[in-house]
């Protein structure tokens, strides 16, 4: 058997290094002027101000690797720049995209509106964290995916399996995508054409309320000290308990208009029992009616309803949370005047406004108007109308003040370290 051809790498004239020197300067200083775009564009009254807290903490992050790439010797510099840079775009694509599509107008409306509903839930509970650290966190970013249903990505989650995929990628890259700085609702492209579909990005700001705020532990105790179930009934709600959070955040902020949109989304769902996160879709719905019955009574636990769902739902809405500075839930997140959301999503469909101030009650009123009568929520495009009278609501400027601050900087920076130390390594992604 005879050895293959000795193939040796081509021959470097003169003026390689110098042409490698000013390519890889090209290669960073491009990316470092995107970056610096982004911003201009997130600055007050930019196309993009409502995302001036997102976009500062990702450029952030991606430009304290560049910082650190920048530092390397000059010959490790030249080697290792076309390979590292192409990960950092890669890892910024994963941003871009999502604010990319904002540009379009009619995605721009929808999102526009979905985040509004997500920080008019987010908001006021950020503001009640008796946690400074906590209370300057970023609001979570909508965007329109493939996947089929509604989800929640947590901040400072792996989000590698919702990067695009390509051969481009290094393993580097892969190894790296653990560095979310702020939480995403993912909303299928389909949603984009109903709005009723919104009012599913509620439930998935619950969850990050959740997350954000560290209530899980609160929660679980509240579940196993207050509902007077027993250990194995408990034991059975432990894993729901986030879903069933999420659907008591949801139906508050929404009301009425929730239930009957995820009554209708659940119609094709099996009422199996198993083990998963959710509870069956019948115990669903019994949970968002007992919400809509604590809600409408405010009765003290133990004055009325026996049921579990009932148990677990007054233990989760009344009484305050010393995580958010005593307030209840429902103090911070529950939707404004629901008895007048009858008459609002009436005026929708005889082709006038909603005459609602609170965008929770504006797209509810607009679910209404589409669950009680299709046809004349078609007629009278009632979803266009009600999409541009949540965005008539919306207030100039950046939705979080803190996009500045020294904690949230310091966070990015050292994220960014690291995100340059995993890009840096050679061991093959865990």
């Known amino acids: 058997m005879t050895d293959g051809p000795d193939i040796q790498p081509p021959a470097v004239d003169a003026g390689f290094h110098t042409r490698r020197k000013a390519e890889v300067r090209h290669l960073l200083t491009g990316l470092e002027r995107e970056l610096t775009d982004w911003r201009e564009a997130a600055r007050a009254r930019g196309p993009l101000e409502k995302h001036q807290s997102q976009i500062e903490s990702a450029v952030r992050v991606v430009t304290t690797a560049l910082e650190q790439l920048r530092s390397l010797p000059a010959a490790e510099q030249q080697h290792r720049a076309p390979e590292l840079v192409l990960d950092l775009h890669h890892l910024w694509d994963f941003f871009r995209t999502k604010l990319t ?20 839930i987010y908001d006021p509970v950020r503001q009640a964290a008796t946690n400074p650290s906590l209370s300057l966190r970023e609001p979570p970013l909508t965007f329109l995916g493939r996947h089929p249903v509604p989800f929640a990505t947590a901040r400072g989650s792996d989000f590698e399996d919702l990067l695009p995929s390509g051969a481009q990628r290094t393993l580097a890259g892969r190894r790296a995508s653990r560095h979310l700085p702020f939480p995403l609702i993912g909303i299928p492209w389909s949603a984009s054409h109903h ?11 619950g969850h990050h309320i959740e997350d954000d705020l560290d209530l899980t532990e609160p929660l679980l105790t509240r579940l196993r000290e ?3 179930l027993p250990a194995e009934r408990v034991t059975v709600w432990e894993p729901w308990l986030g879903e069933v959070f999420a659907d008591v955040c949801a139906t508050l902020t929404c009301g009425e208009a929730y239930v009957r949109t995820l009554a209708d989304a659940l119609a094709t769902t099996g009422d199996v029992a198993g083990v998963s996160a959710y509870p069956p879709p019948r115990l669903r719905l019994q949970v968002c009616s007992a919400t809509l019955a604590e809600q409408a009574t405010g009765m003290p636990p133990g004055e009325h309803g026996s049921t579990e769902p009932t148990a677990v739902v007054q233990a989760l809405i009344h009484d305050g949370f010393p995580e958010l500075g005593g307030a209840t839930l429902a103090s911070l997140v529950a939707l404004r005047h629901p008895d007048q959301l009858e008459q609002a999503s009436l005026r929708l469909r005889n082709g006038l406004r909603s005459g609602r101030s609170d965008v929770p009650g504006v797209l509810a009123a607009a679910a209404l108007a589409f669950l009680d009568a299709p046809d004349a929520y078609d007629d009278h495009a009632v979803g266009t109308r009600a999409l541009h009278e949540v965005l008539s609501l919306v207030p100039q400027g950046p939705r979080a003040a803190s996009a500045a601050d020294k904690l949230l900087a310091l966070r990015d920076s050292a994220a960014g370290r690291d995100l340059f130390d995993l890009l840096g390594g050679d061991a093959a992604p865990e």
């Open 101 to 120: 599509v904002r540009h379009i107008p009619q995605y721009k409306e929808f999102l526009d509106a979905a985040d509004e509903l997500a920080w008019a």
């Open 195 to 205: 709005l009723p579909s919104l009012l599913a990005a509620a439930h998935e700001t």
């Open 226 to 228: 207050r509902t007077g």
